[in-house]
Nanobody
Framework: QVQLVESGGGLVQTGDSLTLSCAASGRTASNYAVGWFRQAPGKEREFVSAISWVGRTTYSADSVKGRFTTSRNNAKNTVSLQMNSLKPEDTAVYYC???????????????????WGQGTQVTVSS
């Protein structure tokens, strides 16, 4: 079992930057991919970005490519989402999620992630 806790959300203005962090505890072996998802009010949860267990492979949604970067520090059991040039449409609750142990590669499919954090709110004002 893996527990995930997101932090770093907040209220920012258009064009600002924000870094979200996801801390893992419990069975914290690093041999699994981690993804970021978001859910805006009235919308379905959607994929944002994901990173492989080693951290060499990342995969991002078209809507955030060039603006958001995912990285991980397995020694500290943390995964970060650096968000630049934020837009009002980025407003959502952001979740980190982990695949089961042995699933090394990132995927955009929500069903492939077994463990989820509670989410952190990001609000971008215009």
């Amino acid at each position: 079992q893996v527990q995930l806790v997101e932090s770093g959300g907040g209220l920012v203005q258009t064009g600002d930057s924000l870094t979200l962090s996801c801390a893992a505890s419990g069975r914290t072996a690093s041999n699994y991919a981690v993804g970021w998802f978001r859910q805006a009010p009235g919308k379905e949860r959607e994929f944002v970005s994901a990173i492989s267990w080693v951290g060499r492979t990342t995969y991002s949604a078209d809507s955030v490519k060039g603006r958001f970067t995912t990285s991980r520090n397995n020694a500290k059991n943390t995964v970060s989402l650096q968000m630049n040039s934020l837009k009002p449409e980025d407003t959502a609750v952001y979740y980190c999620a982990a695949r089961r142990s042995g699933n090394y590669y990132p995927t955009s499919s929500l069903d492939e992630y077994a463990y989820w954090g509670q989410g952190t709110q990001v609000t971008v004002s215009s």
